[in-house]
């Protein structure tokens, strides 16, 4: 007992290593979202039909991503708490069936999307013309065909990062973004082929990603090696652990992004203007936040791992660190963004009217970041880590449709305040206010240690 007690004591995670597993996380999640960006900016030159198609598919497939970076999530919780416990057959156990679960529930996904595609887009976006369409179901067409290798992919980097190694997922992005550009500019530039081209670049790319991923879990040098997939064993009391964590993760981030869709369906009220200007913002706005999505992911692992060894003091300690260092990047990174707003939208093409409406949000932007962001977003991956899942979701989504999409109507329409696009952002900022309100009492309160996830 005493040797148990001592072994709580000693930190699991040094600086160092802490450094080792954010920085990667940092540079991963930069490059994953340049993946996106690059098919829409090089897919311009087939003209705008093209551009519009493939920014209305993104929009699903953000959707899809967050699906399966949910049910990744649910996974590494879990191998990270059998790391913690110092148990690693039973990580290994929980590897194989959260790639089983990930390939069935990505290869579900692929052949609803291929089935009813048309139906999907028509029925999110009504009525577009007969060219955006076109354009739009190729591109469908081809990604859908590589959401299994997406799933594939997110199962094996939030595996990396459960064993403590993100630089791993960081190379394999960097990988993705020089095939994907590579392609693009083949099909794209080479042999015209507009949305078809880049829908190409997306799945080479991902189809490669799954492929170097999963050759690197079969090496044996790995804590948590993963062979013998082909011998199939089903665990479900493995995989209802991991379905703890991930279908409220799942059900929260697709939710999240329905009401983002419903608050962009409002803008689109406002305006070519806005609607450009809203768009703009968010580009520069998810750059920002860049730093702290990678340390909410990072205290996933670490919470993860002090919460099966039983260590609850240091998860505590850990989570106070790794959200005051989201602090410390949010100041930085917002301060520059809100003084800097006018230079940074003047980068892109925009009407003088949306130069200022989009610095002006992104002013709000920045303050609601500084204050707001860290306990609205990074906290709650600490709550996630220990098993609070459902509490999480409850909060995001109650907040999210109270605040973000009700309140959006009320601040910006011509029967409430009349703000136009700003009464949107801070909505969204109102939305920030409650959830961390909430999040921070219920760490507060520390019922999230009594949670197990694993017998």
Same mark, same amino acid.
């Given at each position: 007992?005493?040797?148990?007690?001592?072994?709580?004591?000693?930190?699991?995670?040094?600086?160092?290593?802490?450094?080792?597993?954010?920085? $990667?996380?940092?540079?991963?999640?930069?490059?994953? %979202?340049?993946?996106?960006?690059?098919?829409?900016? &090089?897919?311009?030159?087939?003209?705008?039909?093209?551009?519009?198609?493939?920014?209305? +598919?993104?929009?699903?497939?953000?959707?899809? @991503?967050?699906?399966?970076?949910?049910?990744?999530?649910?996974?590494?919780?879990?191998?990270?708490?059998?790391?913690?416990?110092?148990? +690693?057959?039973? *990580?290994?156990?929980?590897?194989?069936?959260?790639?089983?679960?990930?390939?069935?529930?990505?290869?579900?996904?692929?052949?609803?999307?291929?089935?009813?595609?048309?139906?999907?887009?028509?029925?999110?976006?009504?009525?577009?013309?007969?060219?955006?369409?076109?354009?739009?179901?190729?591109?469908?067409?081809?990604?859908?065909?590589?959401? $299994?290798?997406?799933? @594939?992919?997110?199962?094996?980097?939030?595996?990396?990062?459960?064993?403590?190694?993100?630089?791993?997922? %960081?190379?394999?992005?960097?990988?993705?973004?020089?095939?994907?550009?590579?392609?693009?500019?083949?099909?794209?530039?080479?042999?015209?082929?507009?949305?078809?081209?880049?829908?190409?670049?997306?799945?080479?790319?991902?189809?490669?990603?799954?492929?170097?991923?999963?050759?690197?879990?079969?090496?044996?040098?790995?804590?948590?090696?993963?062979?013998?997939?082909?011998?199939?064993?089903?665990?479900?009391?493995?995989?209802?652990?991991?379905?703890?964590?991930?279908?409220?993760?799942?059900?929260?981030?697709? &939710?999240?992004?329905?009401?983002?869709?419903?608050?962009?369906?409002? @803008?689109?009220?406002?305006?070519?203007?806005?609607?450009?200007?809203?768009?703009?913002?968010?580009?520069?706005?998810?750059?920002?936040?860049? $730093?702290?999505?990678?340390?909410?992911?990072?205290?996933?692992?670490?919470?993860?791992?002090?919460?099966?060894?039983?260590?609850?003091?240091?998860?505590?300690?850990?989570?106070?660190?790794?959200?005051?260092?989201?602090?410390?990047?949010?100041?930085? %990174?917002?301060?520059?963004?809100?003084?800097?707003?006018?230079?940074?939208?003047?980068?892109?093409?925009?009407?003088?009217?949306?130069?200022?409406?989009?610095?002006?949000?992104?002013?709000?932007?920045?303050?609601?970041?500084?204050?707001?962001?860290?306990?609205?977003?990074?906290?709650?991956?600490?709550?996630?880590?220990?098993?609070?899942?459902?509490?999480?979701?409850?909060?995001?989504?109650?907040? %999210?449709?109270?605040?973000?999409?009700?309140?959006?109507?009320?601040? *910006?329409?011509?029967?409430?305040?009349?703000?136009?696009?700003?009464?949107?952002?801070?909505?969204?900022?109102?939305?920030?206010?409650?959830?961390?309100?909430?999040?921070?009492?219920?760490?507060?309160?520390?019922?999230?240690?009594?949670?197990?996830?694993?017998?």
């Amino acid at each position: 007992m005493e040797e148990l007690v001592q072994e709580k004591k000693q930190p699991l995670f040094s600086r160092n290593a802490l450094v080792r597993l954010i920085i $990667p996380l940092i540079i991963e999640q930069l490059l994953l %979202m340049t993946v996106g960006m690059a098919d829409t900016v &090089m897919v311009t030159t087939a003209g705008e039909a093209a551009v519009s198609g493939v920014s209305l +598919v993104d929009n699903i497939n953000t959707l899809i @991503i967050q699906i399966f970076s949910a049910l990744s999530t649910g996974g590494a919780v879990v191998v990270s708490q059998y790391l913690g416990r110092q148990e +690693v057959e039973q *990580a290994k156990t929980a590897s194989k069936q959260l790639l089983y679960t990930m390939c069935a529930v990505s290869l579900l996904l692929m052949t609803a999307a291929l089935l009813f595609r048309q139906h999907i887009l028509s029925l999110i976006f009504g009525r577009v013309e007969a060219d955006v369409m076109t354009s739009a179901l190729i591109y469908f067409l081809l990604t859908a065909a590589a959401y $299994p290798f997406m799933g @594939i992919y997110n199962a094996g980097a939030a595996l990396f990062r459960a064993m403590g190694n993100s630089k791993v997922s %960081m190379f394999c992005s960097l990988i993705i973004n020089f095939i994907n550009i590579a392609v693009n500019a083949i099909f794209i530039f080479g042999f015209h082929f507009g949305a078809a081209g880049a829908g190409i670049g997306t799945l080479v790319s991902r189809i490669a990603a799954a492929v170097i991923i999963m050759t690197l879990l079969n090496h044996p040098d790995h804590l948590v090696r993963v062979d013998g997939l082909l011998r199939f064993q089903l665990n479900g009391g493995m995989i209802k652990r991991i379905l703890f964590i991930g279908i409220p993760n799942g059900l929260e981030n697709g &939710m999240f992004q329905a009401g983002k869709l419903m608050v962009l369906n409002l @803008i689109t009220t406002f305006g070519t203007s806005a609607v450009a200007a809203n768009a703009i913002a968010n580009s520069v706005a998810s750059v920002v936040n860049v $730093p702290g999505m990678a340390l909410g992911l990072a205290i996933i692992t670490v919470v993860g791992r002090c919460m099966g060894a039983g260590a609850t003091d240091q998860a505590v300690t850990y989570t106070k660190r790794l959200v005051g260092v989201c602090y410390l990047f949010m100041l930085v %990174m917002s301060t520059g963004m809100f003084f800097l707003a006018d230079f940074l939208v003047s980068l892109f093409n925009l009407s003088p009217e949306a130069v200022g409406m989009a610095a002006q949000v992104l002013r709000i932007c920045a303050v609601g970041n500084v204050i707001f962001w860290p306990m609205s977003f990074t906290l709650p991956n600490s709550l996630r880590a220990a098993g609070d899942a459902v509490f999480t979701m409850m909060v995001s989504l109650c907040s %999210m449709f109270a605040c973000r999409v009700a309140l959006s109507y009320v601040l *910006a329409c011509s029967w409430g305040f009349n703000l136009g696009l700003a009464g949107v952002w801070l909505a969204m900022v109102a939305d920030w206010v409650v959830r961390s309100f909430l999040f921070l009492l219920r760490y507060w309160r520390g019922s999230w240690k009594k949670i197990k996830v694993i017998e």
